[in-house]
Structures are given as C-alpha cells and as structure tokens.
C-alpha cells in the first residue's frame, strides 16, 4: 500500500477579539491656567493637606499638573484686609477668579455697653477704616493681617486703641535661647510692625478722640523642625495591559492526494495522479499580551529629610502711648 502522507500550512487571515468593555480614564492632565482675583495682588498657594505651596500674585498664569480629568486640587488666597478663601479647581477649568470678602477693619460702635466708649468707637471708624487699608499694604518682612476688628478698650481719660495683629509664618532668624532670644525676637517685631502700622495709625487719630495710646497685640506662630525622614506620597493613575486569549480565524490549507482511472487490458485501476490543494477557516485560541488596558493608581514615594511638626503660639502686646511720639519712638 502506498504510503500517504500531507501537509498544513496556517495563514492568518483576520481577527475576531473577545471584546471587553473598557472605560477610558485618562493618566496625568496638565493644565495651563489663568489666576484671577478680586481685588488683585492676592497671594496664591496650593492646599496640599497641611502644607500650602507658593504660586505667586494675582493675576498670573501657572502650568498645573492633575493626577486624571476627574480629579480637583485647592487653592488659597490671602491678601492683607480680606478673608483667606479657598477655592477648589476642576481639571476642566481655563481660568480661577476668587472674589475676596473685605475684613471687618472696626468694631462697629454698639459692639460697646458702655456709652463713652461706644461714641469715641464711633468718632474713631471713619479715620481707622481710611487709614487701615494703605497701611496694610506695606511690604515689610513678616506677612501680617488683621486677627480681628480694631476697637477701643478702658474707661473715660484711660482708653486705649487695640489693634490686633496675626503673622502667619515668623520669618527670620532669631539667635539666642531664653530671654536673650525673646528680647531679639520683641525687638524685630516692633521695628517691623510698629513702624509700619502702629505708629502711622497713632499719629492720624491721636488728635481725635480721649485716648491715651494704641496697644499692638500681636499673635504669631513659631514653627520648630525636626531632622527626620518624613515620606511625601505622589499619585498618578497609568494605563496597564491585561493578558489574555482571543479567538483568531486561521485559514487553513493543506494537500491532499488525488488519483485518476486507468484501463489496462479490460482492467480498470486507480493510479495515483498528484496532490491538490484544499482550504478551510477555523477559530483558533491565540495569546495576546495586551488584550485590553486598565486604569491603575500608582504611589511614588519621595523621603522629605525635614518636616514641620509643631507650632509654638505667642503673643506679644506693645503699649505705644501718644506722647511717647513727641519723643520720635520709631
């Protein structure tokens, strides 16, 4: 018998995938974006938990980076005689206005139960509201607002003005330890603040009213730092390929022996002719290393070898009597 035998040849010729629903999430957007506020000359920060990261004044224009299109980042803003606000910022956005709401700069008079008191608080508004705001904007080291509305304070022919004062971040370096260092630390203070703003406020209401003097009530956060290894988590969401099978057809061809009739001396036989070719589709299961993608957040860890870890608060109050400015205290 003769011996047969054949061969197959695969030839992909198209491709049916198992589809799997994927929704699109897209990794990292940055975002160049228009700062605006009202009034300008804010100063904006990132809210990143505890920790605020400088941009700049207003108006400006900052390239932001957002872990995906969905996800939001916060922004403040502080300017001298106007309330913090907090704005939150969608991906989506071209450009952020803050409206800022003024601070209360007085007390308003019927704040006061005592009569006396309530008239001079009443006398003294239209100076201080003038005054305050031009004063505030005074470029000095440490960046200080109001902590609250300016009133007067004491009894007839001893009142005082009391003008309270928040620094937000103590800047400078004050050396000595003890009471060495708290005098510096006073010292720099009033140099700064009363000079700027104390003393200026005295010399236009001295004139207006039965007060004695101003008191600067100052309030302030030290910060103390520690040397450690603090880690900063960074997230960002990527795209990842998923394995997997799918159903590919192959057309599949093989030969095939073919035989043809002979007749011999009135015997008919078959004789063996050739090969032919046939062909056939058929599914076949294939290996595909990225069958479909997937969203996947991924932490890059990044070690701070300084990190803030306590705030120390003070307070410091400053007693400026009116005839002490005919002696040129500054």
Not at 125 to 134: C, G, L, M, S, Y
Not at 160 to 178: N, Q, S, W
Not at 217 to 234: A, H, N, S, W
Not at 295 to 306: G, H, N, S
Request: net charge positive; hydrophobic share 40%.
């Amino acid at each position: 018998m003769e011996s047969r035998f054949f061969w197959i040849l695969f030839i992909a010729i198209g491709v049916i995938s198992l589809g799997v629903p994927v929704i699109p999430v897209s990794a990292t957007v940055e975002k160049e974006l228009k700062i605006e506020s009202e009034p300008t000359g804010a100063e904006v920060s990132l809210k990143r938990g505890a920790r605020e990261l400088p941009l700049g004044k207003t108006p400006l224009v900052h390239k932001l980076e957002f872990h995906s299109e969905i996800s939001v980042i916060r922004m403040i803003f502080k300017k001298k005689g106007y309330k913090a606000l907090t704005i939150k910022v969608k991906a989506s956005q071209d450009t952020v206005v803050a409206k800022l709401e003024p601070l209360a700069i007085t007390t308003e008079p019927d704040f006061h139960k005592n009569a006396y008191l309530r008239d001079l608080q009443k006398q003294l508004n239209p100076i201080i509201n003038r005054a305050i705001p031009k004063l505030l904007e005074e470029e000095v080291q440490q960046n200080f607002n109001l902590a609250g509305a300016i009133k007067v304070a004491g009894t007839r022919g001893n009142a005082f003005l009391i003008l309270p004062i928040v620094i937000e971040d103590l800047k400078g370096e004050f050396k000595g330890t003890g009471k060495a260092r708290q005098e510096v630390l006073l010292k720099t203070l009033w140099n700064q603040l009363g000079g700027s703003i104390a003393i200026p406020l005295a010399r236009e209401i001295r004139d207006h009213g039965a007060l004695k003097g101003i008191v600067l009530d100052v309030r302030f956060d030290e910060l103390r730092y520690i040397y450690q290894v603090k880690p900063t988590v960074k997230t960002k969401v990527e795209m990842e390929c998923v394995p997997g099978n799918r159903t590919q057809m192959v057309l599949q061809m093989r030969q095939v022996p073919y035989y043809r009739n002979e007749t011999w001396n009135g015997v008919t036989k078959q004789v063996f002719a050739g090969y032919r070719t046939e062909s056939q589709l058929v599914p076949q299961q294939v290996y595909d290393p990225c069958l479909y993608k997937r969203p996947v957040t991924k932490r890059y860890v990044k070690f701070d070898p300084m990190s803030r870890v306590a705030k120390d608060q003070a307070r410091a109050l400053y007693l400026l009597p009116f005839n002490a400015l005919d002696r040129k205290v500054a």
